[in-house]
C-alpha cells in the first residue's frame, strides 16, 4: 500500500485521523517486508494482529497466515478493513479495544505469532499483558516507539532498565532490532520508531504463581530507583526475612534495584516465595 493510496482511501472514507489512537500508517514497503521477514512466517501460522488500522501489514500477513486475528478500536478503519479484506476466509476482524478483548477472552496463545505496529499508548501494556498470560504467543514482532524498545532490550545498570525490561524478559528473550525512520509513516509520529523481535522462553523462568511474587518485587523494588532495594522490600515482608534472603542470593544489603539482574531478581523471588509477606497476603 503506497502513500498515496492511503491517502485515497482515507479521502474516500471521510477519516480524519485520532492522535489519541496512535494512528501513523506505516506505507513503506521495505520496512513492511523487514517485519513480516522477522516473523519468519510459515504458512500454518496463528497471528494476532492487533491495531490493523488501513492494513498496509495485514495485507502482508495474510499471504501467509493460516489465521489471522485481527483487533482494531477504530469503528471507522473496520468498516474499510471489511470493505477491502471482507471475502479472505483466513481473516477475524474484531472491533474492540485489544486491552479489553485480551481480558475478556482468555485464550491458549502459544502457538500464535503476535505481528503488530502498536498503538504506541497502549504499547507496553499490552506487551506486559501478553507477556504475564500462561500461555502468551510464541513471538512477538512488534513496532513501537524506540525509547520503550530500549527498555525491552536493557541490562541491568542501563538508563533503560527497569520494570518493563524485567516484567517482558521474565517470559521473553529479545532476538533483534531495527530502527524505522519517521518518515516511514503517515502521518509523521514525532517520535523515533523500532521494530523489535522476543522470543518466548522455551523453559520458563519461574512456575506461573511466582510471577506475581516476580513482579511485587520489580515494582517495589523500582518504586524509587535511588533507595537501597532491600529498604523498599522491607515494607512488604519480614525484615529478618528480607536480610536472610539477600544473603541467600549474595547480594549487597545496599544495592539498589538498577544494579539487580533479572537472574537475581529470579533467584530472590523463588526464596521469597518461602517467607511470609507482611500484611495480609
Ligand atoms: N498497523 C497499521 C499500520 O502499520 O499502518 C496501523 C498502526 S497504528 C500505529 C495503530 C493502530 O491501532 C491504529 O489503527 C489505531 O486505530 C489502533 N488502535 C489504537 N488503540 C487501540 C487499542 N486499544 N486496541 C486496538 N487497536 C487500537
Known amino acids: 500500500m503506497t502513500l498515496s493510496e492511503m491517502k485515497q482511501i482515507l479521502a474516500a472514507g ?26 519468519g512466517l510459515r504458512e500454518g501460522d496463528r497471528i494476532l494482529e492487533i491495531g490493523p488500522g488501513l492494513g498496509p501489514l495485514t495485507e502482508l500477513l495474510l499471504a ?18 471489511q470493505r477491502r479484506f471482507g471475502t479472505a476466509q483466513t481473516l477475524s476482524l474484531v472491533h474492540k479495544d485489544a486491552l479489553d478483548y ?32 500462561e500461555r502468551g504467543p510464541r513471538l512477538m514482532v512488534v513496532t513501537l516507539q524506540w525509547e520503550v524498545a530500549q527498555r525491552l532490550l536493557a541490562q541491568a545498570r542501563g538508563e533503560d532498565y527497569g520494570v518493563l525490561t524485567l516484567l517482558i524478559q521474565l517470559r521473553y528473550q529479545p532476538d533483534g532490532w531495527f530502527k524505522i525512520p519517521p518518515s516511514c509513516f503517515f502521518p509523521e509520529p514525532e517520535v523515533e520508531s523500532a521494530c523489535i523481535k522476543l522470543i518466548r522462553r522455551e523453559e520458563p523462568l519461574l512456575p506461573l504463581d511466582q510471577g506475581r511474587i516476580f513482579s511485587k518485587i520489580v ?12 529498604k523498599l522490600l522491607k515494607q512488604d515482608w519480614d525484615a529478618k526475612a528480607m ?29 521469597l516465595a518461602q517467607a511470609k509477606p507482611n500484611g495480609d497476603e
Open 14 to 39: 471521510g477519516v480524519r485521523l485520532a492522535k489519541s489512537l496512535g494512528q501513523n500508517f506505516l506505507h513503506d514497503a521495505n520496512q513492511l517486508r523487514r517485519i513480516v521477514a522477522a516473523a
Open 64 to 81: 501467509s497466515a493460516r489465521e489471522l486475528l485481527a483487533i482494531e478500536k477504530d469503528r471507522r478503519l473496520v468498516e474499510l478493513l
Open 102 to 133: 485480551l481480558r475478556q477472552h482468555p485464550t491458549d496463545w502459544s502457538e500464535w505469532k503476535l505481528v503488530a505496529n502498536l498503538p504506541y499508548s497502549v504499547a507496553s501494556r499490552l506487551l506486559v499483558e501478553l507477556a504475564q498470560m
Open 219 to 230: 515494582k517495589r523494588g523500582f518504586s524509587q530507583r535511588r533507595k537501597m532495594m532491600m
Open 243 to 271: 536480610e536472610d534472603a539477600f544473603d541467600r542470593a549474595s547480594l549487597s544489603h545496599q544495592i539498589r534495584a538498577e544494579a539487580v539482574g533479572l537472574d537475581k531478581f529470579v533467584e530472590l523471588t523463588e526464596i
